[in-house]
């Protein structure tokens, strides 16, 4: 459902049920309603020494087609122009015994805007736990959103000869302002 602009009333109308409800009670509905996403992917993803979009195998929510299925991508459907609450989590393994590694994740709005990264490091023998991250931004319809795992070479760090493993992520999204 989505938002209609609200009637202007005119002295002497008559007020019927119908137009209570599209003017009133429907719009009262979405302000209240969940619009977003929640993803999820427990499979492995193995990621070496290049960046990498993170897949969903899972549409947990979905409330108005705003994923496509195994797609990386999430897109803002018409009528869904706001201010979105986008959090996710990663949880990371290491494979191999010593040496350092380290990964950003990236959120990427259109495919070339990165608007906000979150990174871990790890220098010991067990792996990071997890990279999580929240923040507002404000998309359109068609905009796109997508996370990225990449190499840490931002922190003078870099993958060493081992590989780390994506064990299980979810990523979601829900609209709380109107634009």
């Known amino acids: 459902m989505a938002w209609t602009a609200p009637r202007t009333w005119v002295t002497g109308e008559t007020v019927t049920a119908a137009l209570l409800n599209t003017h009133i009670r429907d719009n009262l509905l979405v302000l209240g309603a969940f619009e977003g996403w929640q993803l999820t992917n427990v499979a492995d993803i193995d990621f070496g020494a290049n960046e990498q979009d993170i897949t969903w195998t899972t549409e947990d929510?979905?409330?108005?087609?705003?994923?496509?299925?195994?797609?990386?991508?999430?897109?803002?459907?018409?009528?869904?122009?706001?201010?979105?609450?986008?959090?996710?989590?990663?949880?990371?393994?290491?494979?191999?015994?010593?040496?350092?590694?380290?990964?950003?994740?990236?959120?990427?709005?259109?495919?070339?805007?990165?608007?906000?990264?979150?990174?871990?490091?790890?220098?010991?023998?067990?792996?990071?736990?997890?990279?999580?991250?929240?923040?507002?931004?404000?998309?359109?319809?068609?905009?796109?959103?997508?996370?990225?795992?990449?190499?840490?070479?931002?922190?003078?760090?870099?993958?060493?000869?081992?590989?780390?493993t994506v064990t299980g992520s979810w990523f979601s999204g829900q609209r709380v302002a109107i634009a």
């Open 61 to 164: 929510i979905d409330t108005d087609g705003f994923h496509a299925s195994s797609d990386a991508n999430i897109t803002i459907p018409s009528n869904f122009d706001g201010t979105y609450l986008i959090t996710f989590q990663l949880h990371m393994a290491r494979q191999g015994s010593s040496g350092i590694n380290a990964a950003d994740i990236f959120v990427i709005k259109n495919s070339t805007d990165t608007f906000a990264a979150r990174g871990a490091a790890d220098t010991g023998i067990q792996g990071f736990d997890a990279i999580t991250g929240s923040f507002y931004i404000d998309l359109v319809a068609t905009d796109t959103v997508k996370l990225e795992i990449q190499d840490g070479t931002d922190w003078l760090l870099q993958f060493d000869t081992f590989n780390l």
